[in-house]
């Protein structure tokens, strides 16, 4: 069966840096994306990643090791504002979007 | 980027009555719609997968007679949810699927809220 693993729940400080990974076993890769969602929000898309390394966009940033099935998304000078879920997502050999639960993410002062 | 919407956003509506909820690609073709559903505290949970002109396929569990999606154009698809039950609350979101260039992005539209009382 097709799995994705991440954490149900972080908690850091405003100002500090979090790593939130995400591991896979799918049927096929065609690529991993990072969405954040706020409560009551539809989920935005944060990142892509397709091939092996780190994709940098700001205070995020994105890795990927596919012989490991593993990613993880590192947000730096934590705002209080991050605080929402974050949503690993492969896309399978089907072009099909394979879920993780999320990771709810909390900010503290 | 591209824009997806969705109407309406919240939506209450009593037992026993069906829900029309519009899915449109603004600035895109779609030829492939999602159409998700989300409880409270859950993570998404993909309801069909919806493709121009054809039927849609539902995922394992989901009842198509109750949930009917229409995809007409390339453009817009719809949900409906026919004979509303209170269970069937929940926030629907859908997605549309851009097929040009390489990454084959989804995205998102804002969501609908359903409350069935």
């Known amino acids: 069966g097709q799995n994705i693993d991440q954490p149900t729940e972080m908690t850091a400080t405003e100002g500090a840096i979090v790593q939130i990974n995400c591991t896979y076993q799918?049927?096929?890769?065609?690529?991993l994306f990072w969405y954040q969602q706020h409560a009551g929000e539809a989920p935005t898309f944060l990142s892509y990643?397709?091939l092996d390394g780190l994709e940098e966009k700001g205070r995020f940033s994105s890795f990927l090791s596919r012989s490991k099935g593993y990613s993880y998304l590192l947000l730096k000078e934590l705002q209080m504002k991050d605080s929402a879920s974050y949503l690993c997502a492969v896309r399978d050999r089907d072009y099909q979007l394979i879920w993780g639960a999320g990771t709810k993410l909390i900010i503290k002062p | 980027g591209a824009v997806v919407s969705q109407h309406p956003s919240r939506v209450i509506c009593k037992s026993g009555t069906s829900v029309k909820i519009e899915c449109r690609s603004l600035?895109?073709?779609?030829?492939?719609m999602f159409w998700y559903r989300q409880f409270p505290k859950q993570s998404l949970m993909l309801m069909a997968t919806s493709n121009e002109g054809s039927k849609a396929t539902y995922e394992q569990g989901v009842e198509k007679d109750k949930f009917l999606i229409n995809h007409a154009s390339l453009t817009l698809s719809t949900l409906t949810v026919t004979s509303a039950h209170p269970e069937d609350s929940s926030f629907y979101i859908c997605?549309?699927?851009?097929?040009?260039?390489?990454?084959?992005?989804?995205?998102f539209g804002p969501g609908t809220r359903l409350t069935v009382t």
């Open positions: 799918t049927s096929g890769f065609n690529g």
């Open positions: 997605s549309a699927r851009d097929i040009t260039g390489d990454s084959y992005e989804q995205y």
């Open positions: 600035d895109f073709q779609a030829t492939t």
């Open positions: 990643n397709v």
